[in-house]
């Protein structure tokens, strides 16, 4: 494991970039061997990382918590102020064969002021401190979230990395708020999937009922962006 007081070359989901100022946030990242578990199923793992900091960093900092899929941690009451963004999980597989295992990086806001965040299109960036929470103590956090992953990791592997069996997938699906939602999905191409999240399924895939009634799966890796839909 390896953690950053200042992070000034984050990399996201499709090389997005991102800077966290010095002692505002959390930048960790830690090497998993799943083995056992097929390979097929280790794209649960950065899920498992946004359920196990959902609960983790709720009950630590006292705000609410959810995910917007697949793996954008939220803060904040939906309708309050300093609702959006606090965290992104970025999961990837290095080597092949035996020798295979994963990089989980999580990056947390925690007491970034406005000023400090990025500018995002779509759903703002915030901070634990502007969503309201009790405690910013980074240490504290940064316990709670890594015992809280370990215990997540622990059942998900001795399950053979099942996502029902584990539990996993209906604790994700609690802190999904993109499940029950109108969205917009943009894909490659400049192809658009637009409807309702209605599921996420055993391959950690988002299922839209679009709005002729057909139901799609979309992987994260095929996805662009998803957003809410007004239409």
Known sequence: MITADFQGAGRGRRDRSWVSPPRA??????????????VTRWGWLSLLAGVAAARAIGRVAEVAMALKWPNDLLAGEPDGPGFG?????????????DEAAVVLGIGLNVTNTADELPVRTGLPATSLRLAGAANT???TLLRALLRQIATDYERWRDAGGDPDESGLRSAYQEFCQTVGQR????????????GEGVDVDEDGR????GDGGALTAVSAGDVTHVRPSRG
């Open 25 to 38: 946030g959390i930048s960790v990242s830690m090497l998993l061997r799943p083995a056992p578990v097929p």
């Open 85 to 97: 963004k606090v965290a992104g999980i970025l999961a990837e597989v290095i080597g092949t064969g």
């Open 137 to 139: 103590d980074r240490d």
């Open 183 to 194: 969205v917009r999905v943009e894909l490659p191409n400049g192809r658009e999937l637009v």
């Open 206 to 209: 988002l299922v839209v009922r």
